[in-house]
């Protein structure tokens, strides 16, 4: 199970330049994934995977995904086993079936967590920046420009300060009214 753990974990603790780096490397037309696809027989569907207009922000998701999977993978096993085993049995008594049992049992003892986990990817999906930054710089024809990415650009590359500004303030609102949605809707279905 530490393995397991581990291995879950891994992607948070990595630098997210490195993570960026590597998935750079991976999406390429001649990476590992299209070595792949072209291996089993989907050729034809292979692509640089950040170069493409339609997936290039589908692509980013996915590592953003891959890299917050860890952290929620350990609230939600932190939180599993904090529920008391005689729920379960008493659900199996009760005729419940493993997916009643999950419905039923695991997801309102995990509830806090999946509170957390919203929270905190919410905040890193609206915040990212050097994940962005280091595979796509915005592109192409700036289909993967986040707000974070264009506060920076605006700042440091047009030096308009102001917009730039007003830009991150609007985000750091953004950011707090979802991650208040995400508690009150998670406080008032418990």
């Given at each position: 199970?530490?393995?397991?753990?581990?291995?879950?974990?891994?992607?948070?603790v990595?630098?997210?330049v490195?993570?960026?780096?590597?998935?750079?490397?991976?999406?390429?037309?001649?990476?590992?994934?299209?070595?792949?696809?072209?291996?089993?027989?989907?050729?034809?569907?292979?692509?640089?995977?950040?170069?493409?207009?339609?997936?290039?922000?589908?692509?980013?998701?996915?590592?953003?995904?891959?890299?917050?999977s860890?952290?929620?993978?350990?609230?939600?096993?932190?939180?599993?086993?904090?529920?008391?085993?005689?729920?379960?049995?008493?659900?199996?008594?009760?005729?419940?079936?493993?997916?009643?049992?999950?419905?039923?049992?695991?997801?309102?003892?995990?509830?806090?967590?999946?509170?957390?986990?919203?929270?905190?990817?919410?905040?890193?999906?609206?915040?990212?920046?050097?994940?962005?930054?280091?595979?796509?710089?915005?592109?192409?024809?700036?289909?993967?420009?986040?707000?974070?990415?264009?506060?920076?650009?605006?700042?440091?590359?047009?030096?308009?300060?102001?917009?730039?500004?007003?830009?991150?303030?609007?985000?750091?609102?953004?950011?707090?009214?979802?991650?208040?949605l995400?508690?009150?809707?998670?406080?008032?279905?418990?």
């Amino acid at each position: 199970m530490t393995f397991f753990r581990t291995v879950y974990f891994l992607p948070q603790v990595l630098p997210l330049v490195a993570v960026g780096i590597t998935w750079r490397w991976l999406y390429n037309q001649n990476g590992l994934l299209n070595q792949f696809l072209e291996a089993i027989g989907l050729g034809s569907i292979t692509r640089a995977w950040l170069g493409d207009y339609n997936l290039a922000l589908y692509a980013l998701g996915f590592i953003g995904t891959w890299t917050m999977s860890g952290l929620c993978m350990m609230l939600f096993l932190s939180g599993a086993q904090k529920i008391d085993g005689a729920l379960y049995e008493a659900a199996t008594l009760d005729g419940a079936g493993a997916f009643r049992q999950f419905l039923s049992v695991t997801i309102p003892g995990v509830r806090k967590e999946i509170t957390i986990a919203a929270v905190i990817t919410t905040i890193a999906a609206l915040a990212s920046f050097d994940l962005v930054f280091v595979t796509t710089n915005g592109g192409p024809a700036n289909q993967t420009t986040v707000p974070a990415l264009l506060v920076y650009r605006l700042a440091f590359n047009e030096g308009d300060i102001g917009t730039a500004s007003a830009l991150a303030i609007t985000l750091t609102a953004l950011v707090i009214v979802f991650v208040t949605l995400i508690r009150r809707v998670a406080r008032e279905e418990s």
